[in-house]
Each structure stands twice: as structure tokens, then as C-alpha cells.
């Protein structure tokens, strides 16, 4: 058997699995692995500002590819800086692999400098977290983490390499290994045709598409199944760009943020839901008493333990998606059955186009709804966005359209703020060898924006180009909504000058541009000159649209189409 540096190996395996970039942010305990990057190559490695950047670029990455990412560490606060990167993987069911130096094993119990006991801490936010104790089952511990990461409902991995263990020599043959079997989860047939007789039976049934449906790669199964039955479709937040939301067969965002009225009005005129990949999350859900009401659930999802976990359906399904959808489509198909609910898709198309929220505005200062109608008109489907938390995220839930599977990125669980800037880099890098010239555009805040604004430089230096809108209200916009039932306004505001942060000078301070817009008239021309600037300097472009400093998106505690969720009033 061949030897090598067992980080040697631990890079073989990276590129078998399909890993060509990897973020990260060398430091003494880690240097052994970058010294193997440096001898095997194959691996593009984008140095960070901060070690959360490179876990948010890894998502980033990963989300896009549907493959494992990587970000790289050092030992002590390097892992704990991936902390909120690794908490937002799990939450969304992201698969990356984190991996951290660590200081040599005979000082682990010494306190040595920056020795944390980082896989302790990971625990709580990761599918598995390991410390390397023997140079030997090094690469066998990286092939078991990408299948942990992959299999069942995906998720982030930890390893931990203490520095004396990623010195060592081992034997190792790259020719002789190969990745470990991902297992699938195929549905049980009696309760798909089970599943069918309720769809069946319904008369106003709707097939709610969560993020699963993109992890499982299944859009075309979900459009195809929706086609042949004639059944309505809607999504959740992390499921939105699962189905095309110009087809007819789309009835919205059902929520008590991210939604459209007609979607909240549709969800409760239903009397069936077939829930596919979907957690039921709280802001999905509001009330669960209003949610549920009288209306059956069927609920579908990779991992057993979610089904009954927010509620008990009328039918569990353990199933990956794509495979259920497919095994549900045959059986409608050997029973030649369609769900006949004509006057139900009439009705959907009748809250469609009476059920929805202005956009036209021409007053000053901008209205945010404004900008998402430029958004929508100035980028076309192939488009990639992310965006992340606060009241841009609402907005962009309750109009942005969204058409192709891992084309609108959210952190849609934990929601940090500061995830665009460094997840807009991975989704770039992750499109360099497939779709080099796709436009990727990133939608913040003004407050989110400064937390991982250092990241620009990462952009910067390694030429990655990509537009960023921000929507500056110069306030903790959400914030102030939320304390409106408590009657203050403490703290909230982060205006102090003109416009608070100079964010067009904060922008060139690091090698790249930005314009400031006043005025809707301005936005659109804006738009079209920042696309132009970042292909022209392939770096990152600002268009920062300064919006009403009060602004309030509709939303409300419980699932209300009539009254929780009518606009509030244009001041």
C-alpha cells in the first residue's frame, strides 16, 4: 500500500467527493492540511476575513451545487466563529463540512493555547462531530462525514484534527477508494395509494412544496405530478423556486410574514393539504389551531422523526421526496385518475388576482414594495438570489418571484444576519464550471450588511463578481415593527448622519462600487448599470436604495387572509 501525509489523503478524498473550492483561513494548528492542499491541487481555496464568512460561502456553495462544502479553520476561536455557519446549516439542512486545527493531543487537557473542545460545542448544531485521535482513520472519518452530511435529511459535519495527528504518514491509496453508499428512503406503496385516495376524495386540495423538494432534486417531479392531477401548488419559504410561480397551477405563500394574501386565502379554503418535504415551521404555521382547522394533512419527509413533531396528519409518509412523488404519479397514472377540482382551481385563480398587494408606488422616499417590482422585472429566471432576516426577507416572501430550484437562497431558520455577502461569493464560485456567466444577486439590509462586510474583500481579491440591492430604512427595521406592541422605540435606530453608514465609500474603501437611489425613477437604471459594473470589474456592485424610514410590511399572529394580512396603511 502506497504512503502519504495523512492530509495528502484527506485531499484525495475531498476531490472525490466532488469538493473543487473550499473557504477557509489558514493558522498554525490547520497548516499541515494547506500544505497538502498546496501539493495535491485541485482544490481552489479562497482565504477569508472570518471563519464565519467561510462557513457561510461553504452554504453558499452548497446550496447551489446540492454537494458538500467546505470551510476551513484553525484551532480555538476559528471554531467558534463557525458556531453560527454550522447552526445555520443544520437549521436549513445544508450539508458542508467544517474542519478545525487543533493543538497537539498532549495538551488538550492542559489548556494549551487555542485549545477548545470545539467538538463538544458543535454537537448541539451539527449531525456529527468528531476529533481525528488517529492519523489512520483520517480519510475514513472524511468519507464517513460526507455520507452523515448527504444521507436522510442533510446537514453540517465537524472534524477536528489535533496538529501532532495531521502530521503523521499513513497508508492510503486514492485508487482504491471510493465514496460510501448514500442510502435512499423509499416510500411505502400502501401509504402512497392511501395518499392518493385522500387526494382524491379532497375538493379543494393543495400540494404544499417545502425546501425538501429542492434537496431531493424533485421540482420536475413536483410539476409533473401537479400537471397530471390538476392540483394546485403552494410552497414554503424554503421551498419557494420549487415550482414555477407564473404557472397557473401556483396559489402562493401561505405564512404570517413570508406570504401573499391570496396564499394565506387559498390555504384556508382548502380542505386538503399533501405536504411534501415541509417541517411545518412556526412562521409558516402561526396558530396551529387556525392552521389546522378542519382541513386534512397528509405529511411527507425524509426523517421519521418530523412527522407528528408539530403536529399529528391523517397520513405520515417517510419517503425521500423525489422518490414519493414519483411512486404517487404512477399509481394516479395506473388508476388514470385526475383530481377533477375545476371550480377549486377557478376559485385559486379568482384569490390570485383580487387577493394581492400594491407595488406602483411613485411617492419619495421609496416604498419597498417599489423595489422588488424593478427586481422582478429587471432579472429574468435564471438569476440567482440570496437573502437573509429582517423585514427585506418579508418582502421579498411576499413579492419577489421565484421560477428554478437553488435559484432564491434564504437562511430561512436561524437567519444571521450578514449571511448574503459571504453565501453570494460560494453561489458564484459554486457556478464557475457550469454557468460561469449567471448573474448572482445578494438583497440586504442596511444594519445586516455591516455584520460580515469584510467578506467584500474576499470578492475583491479573488475577482467575484455579483450585484447587492440594500434596502436602507436606517433602522432595525423588523425590530421597531415587532416593538410597536410594547410601545417603544428603544435602540432601534442606527441613523446619525445623512444616511447613516456611507455605504457607497464602504464599498470602494474595498476595491469595489456602488450608487445611492433616492428615487423609484432611479432604481431601474441603477439595476441595469450595476449589472453592467460587475461583469465590467468583476467585483461586487452596490445599489443602495434608500426606502421610508418607518416602513412596515404587513404581517401578523395567526393565519388571517382578511384580517391579519391586509397592508398597512401607505403613510
Not at 478545525?100 to 492542559?110: A, F, P
Request: with cysteine; glycine share 8%.
Amino acid at each position: 500500500m502506497a504512503k502519504m501525509p495523512a492530509m495528502n489523503a484527506v485531499v484525495e478524498v475531498l476531490k472525490d467527493e466532488g469538493v473543487d473550492t473550499a473557504f477557509g483561513c489558514p493558522g498554525a494548528a490547520i497548516l499541515p492540511l494547506y500544505k497538502a492542499m498546496e501539493d495535491v491541487g485541485g482544490i481552489e481555496h479562497l482565504t477569508v476575513r472570518h471563519e464565519e464568512g467561510a462557513t457561510h460561502m461553504a452554504d453558499g456553495w452548497s446550496r447551489t451545487t446540492g454537494k458538500v462544502g467546505v470551510a476551513i479553520g484553525t484551532s480555538g476561536p476559528a471554531g467558534t466563529n463557525m458556531i453560527t455557519g454550522l447552526y445555520t446549516a443544520i437549521a436549513d439542512s445544508v450539508p458542508i463540512v467544517c474542519i478545525t486545527g487543533q493543538q497537539r493531543t498532549d495538551l488538550l487537557d492542559k489548556e494549551g493555547f487555542q485549545a477548545v473542545d470545539i467538538v463538544e460545542i458543535a454537537k448541539p448544531v451539527t449531525k456529527w462531530a468528531v476529533q481525528i485521535k488517529e492519523a489512520a482513520t483520517a480519510p475514513w472519518i472524511f468519507r464517513e462525514a460526507f455520507r452523515i452530511a448527504q444521507e436522510g435529511r442533510p446537514g453540517p459535519v465537524l472534524i477536528d484534527i489535533p496538529l501532532d495527528v495531521a502530521q503523521q504518514v499513513i497508508e492510503y491509496d486514492p485508487e482504491l477508494d471510493a465514496a460510501l453508499k448514500i442510502n435512499t428512503v423509499e416510500p411505502h406503496l400502501p401509504r402512497v395509494e392511501k395518499a392518493l385516495d385522500l387526494l382524491l376524495e379532497a375538493e379543494r386540495p393543495l400540494i404544499l412544496a417545502g425546501g425538501g423538494v429542492i434537496l431531493a432534486e424533485a421540482s420536475d417531479e413536483l410539476r409533473e405530478l401537479a400537471d397530471y392531477l390538476q392540483v394546485p401548488v403552494q410552497v414554503t419559504l424554503m421551498g419557494k423556486g420549487s415550482f414555477d410561480e407564473d404557472s397557473p397551477l401556483y396559489s402562493g405563500m401561505t405564512g404570517v410574514q413570508t406570504s401573499q394574501r391570496y396564499g394565506n386565502a387559498s390555504f384556508l379554503e382548502s380542505d386538503l393539504v399533501l405536504a411534501v418535504g415541509a417541517r411545518f415551521a412556526d412562521r409558516h404555521t402561526g396558530q396551529i389551531d387556525v392552521y389546522r382547522g378542519e382541513r386534512k394533512f397528509i405529511h411527507v419527509d425524509i426523517e421519521a422523526t418530523q412527522i407528528g413533531r408539530v403536529f399529528e396528519p391523517d397520513l405520515g409518509v417517510v419517503s425521500d421526496a423525489k422518490l414519493f412523488l414519483q411512486e404517487l404519479l404512477n399509481a394516479a397514472k395506473r388508476r388514470n385518475a385526475k383530481a377533477r377540482v375545476e371550480s377549486w382551481i377557478s376559485r385559486v385563480g379568482e384569490l390570485k388576482t383580487t387577493l394581492t398587494r400594491r407595488e406602483d408606488f411613485d411617492s419619495v422616499p421609496v416604498k419597498a414594495p417599489r423595489v422588488y417590482k424593478e427586481i422582478n422585472e429587471v432579472f429574468d429566471e435564471d438569476t440567482y438570489f440570496v437573502t437573509a432576516i429582517g423585514l427585506y426577507q418579508i418582502w421579498g416572501g411576499q413579492h419577489q418571484k421565484a421560477y428554478k430550484p437553488r435559484h432564491y437562497q434564504i437562511c430561512g431558520q436561524a437567519g444571521p444576519l450578514g449571511w448574503e455577502i459571504p453565501a453570494a461569493i460560494g453561489v458564484k464560485k459554486a457556478l464557475k464550471n457550469t454557468d460561469p456567466d449567471a448573474e448572482v444577486v445578494g438583497i440586504v439590509g442596511d444594519y445586516g450588511f455591516q455584520y460580515m462586510v469584510e467578506e467584500l474583500a474576499v470578492a475583491a481579491q479573488y475577482d467575484v463578481p455579483y450585484v447587492i440591492i440594500m434596502l436602507n430604512n436606517e433602522y432595525l427595521g423588523l425590530i421597531r415593527q415587532a416593538s410597536i406592541p410594547f410601545d417603544m422605540n428603544y435602540q432601534v435606530d442606527i441613523h446619525y448622519d445623512e444616511y447613516g453608514t456611507d455605504n457607497v465609500k464602504l464599498m470602494e474603501a474595498y476595491g469595489c462600487s456602488g450608487r445611492r437611489v433616492w428615487e423609484p425613477s432611479e432604481i431601474r437604471d441603477s439595476l441595469e448599470w450595476a449589472r453592467k459594473e460587475a461583469k465590467a470589474t468583476s467585483r461586487p456592485v452596490l445599489v443602495e436604495i434608500m426606502i421610508e424610514r418607518e416602513a412596515n410590511t404587513p404581517h401578523g399572529p395567526a393565519i388571517d387572509a382578511v384580517k391579519e394580512f391586509e397592508p398597512l396603511p401607505e403613510a
